[in-house]
């Protein structure tokens, strides 16, 4: 037997292994899975930054397979943890903790101290305060991790973009089914299920607007990094957007693209405008006289589509809309500071909405005033600016922010790490455009000045221009 048949014929069998699993129990499947993750990405220090993005993008927060608490704390714990493992990898006393990734810490802080102006006990500043403080963790080590590869950084972020080809299978498969396998025996809720949303897919994400969010994200890093075939992943996560039929995720994406389109030095190319044109051709041939599929996929965009400002949905986020403002502006305190950590659940949980739709704000800035006050909006908005003004910015890193920008206005995002991840991965890319620092997070010899100068490599401009720009 050769060395290859033994490798298919070993791979072979842990599928069939796997999949017969599946069958008979998802939940150790899923268990298994996430085990063998753990076991590999921890087993060395340079896979942690790829398990962690892996572990915030790729499990489903709206699946129970038997966690210890709630699957969203579950994550991201798990992803904190992650972190600040590969904090203490890299830990050297002679380097200073402090980085620019630490910045991040400034929206908890100033969230924290809005909170103190509406004190409701420790456990519930705790509860509202941790996912900030967990992101902050995340976002510090990952921007130190990007600063001391680049190179491979970037490589991760292209990887992910291929992740889209299985998953877009995978939506494929959701669509004809009109099952969820796995999220659908192990979901929190009915709301999580293919039932709650018919002719959506949601890949391996548990609903169909993260989906949609991840697709958004990949083609955003597919059309900029590219690399080796970009055409094929960014091909299959543009189709998953589509089954996605996530509307908040096509806004954030056309965003996304007009600020790609102004970035280009030359805006109108002969090949641009036939590719332009072929694509629009082509995709509304198969519109109209298509296979059954496709037309079906069509009626589906056309339907979400169409009377999109007097929908259901539209209807109802005007009224929580003006329910979030009825709050916000009910005094100059309430203004600056909000109504208090958690006050929109308990909104949501005394008072609500009767409309049988999601109990939430769903936009992520109304929430954040209505429960912090303006000054910690503030706080988010500065932080986002400075991934967009940075003297040396990251194209792929700008598309990123924008779109989740956008979208944030239309969906609550701080409980759902693989919509967070979107923004964990532009600061990661618009600082892995900076030169690499040392092992001790100091200038080395003749990249950033001499040893023990203290001097960040990242302040030098004497790199190859590929080195700092990802256009």
């Known amino acids: 037997m050769t060395l290859t048949t033994r490798i298919f014929g070993t791979a072979g069998g842990l599928a069939l292994a796997l999949g017969a699993l599946i069958a008979w129990k998802p939940a150790w499947a899923v268990w298994l899975v996430l085990a063998a993750l753990l076991a590999w990405g921890l087993a060395a220090p340079a896979r942690l930054t790829a398990t962690l993005l892996a572990v915030m993008v790729f499990v489903p927060v709206t699946a129970d397979p038997g966690y210890p608490v709630r699957p969203v704390w579950t994550v991201l714990l798990v992803a904190t943890a992650i972190a600040l493992l590969g904090r203490a990898y890299r830990f050297d006393p002679r380097a200073p903790l402090a980085s620019p990734g630490l910045s991040a810490m400034l929206l908890p802080l100033v969230a924290t101290l809005a909170a103190l102006f509406h004190w409701r006990g420790p456990r519930v500043l705790l509860v509202a305060l941790l996912p900030f403080a967990c992101y902050a963790v995340i976002v510090w080590y990952v921007v130190d991790e990007a600063r001391q590869d680049p190179d491979a950084f970037k490589r991760l972020a292209r990887g992910l973009t291929w992740a889209g080809v299985p998953l877009l299978l995978l939506a494929l498969y959701q669509r004809a089914t009109g099952t969820w396998p796995v999220l659908d025996e192990l979901a929190v809720s009915n709301a999580f299920t293919a039932h709650a949303g018919p002719d959506r897919a949601a890949g391996t994400m548990g609903h169909p607007i993260i989906y949609g969010t991840y697709c958004m994200a990949m083609i955003c890093v597919a059309i900029v990094l590219r690399g080796r075939l970009w055409q094929v992943p960014f091909a299959a996560n543009a189709l998953g957007l589509l089954l996605s039929g996530s509307r908040s995720a096509w806004i954030g994406t056309a965003a996304a693209l007009v600020v790609w389109y102004l970035a280009q030095r030359r805006k109108v190319t002969r090949r641009g405008v036939a590719t332009v044109v072929g694509v629009a051709v082509v995709g509304a041939g ?186």
């Open 286 to 471: 198969l519109a109209v006289v298509g296979p059954q599929p496709v037309r079906r996929l069509a009626g589906t965009v056309w339907s979400r589509l169409e009377n999109l400002t007097g929908s259901s949905s539209a209807t109802a986020r005007y009224q929580r809309s003006g329910q979030a403002w009825s709050g916000i502006w009910d005094n100059a305190g309430t203004v600056l500071f909000g109504q208090g950590p958690e006050a929109h659940v308990r909104f949501f949980t005394e008072v609500g909405i009767d409309d049988g739709l999601a109990q939430t704000f769903d936009n992520s800035y109304l929430t954040l005033w209505y429960d912090f006050g303006a000054v910690t909006v503030l706080a988010l908005v500065v932080l986002l600016a400075s991934l967009l003004w940075r003297r040396r910015r990251s194209l792929a890193s700008r598309l990123l922010v924008v779109a989740l920008a956008v979208q944030a206005w239309f969906f609550d995002c701080f409980l759902w790490p693989s919509a967070v991840a979107v923004l964990v991965l532009a600061v990661g890319l618009a600082y892995a455009t900076l030169a690499p620092v040392g092992p001790a997070g100091l200038g080395s010899a003749g990249v950033g000045g001499a040893p023990g100068s203290g001097r960040l490599v990242g302040r030098q401009s004497s790199l190859p221009q590929a080195a700092v720009d990802d256009r």
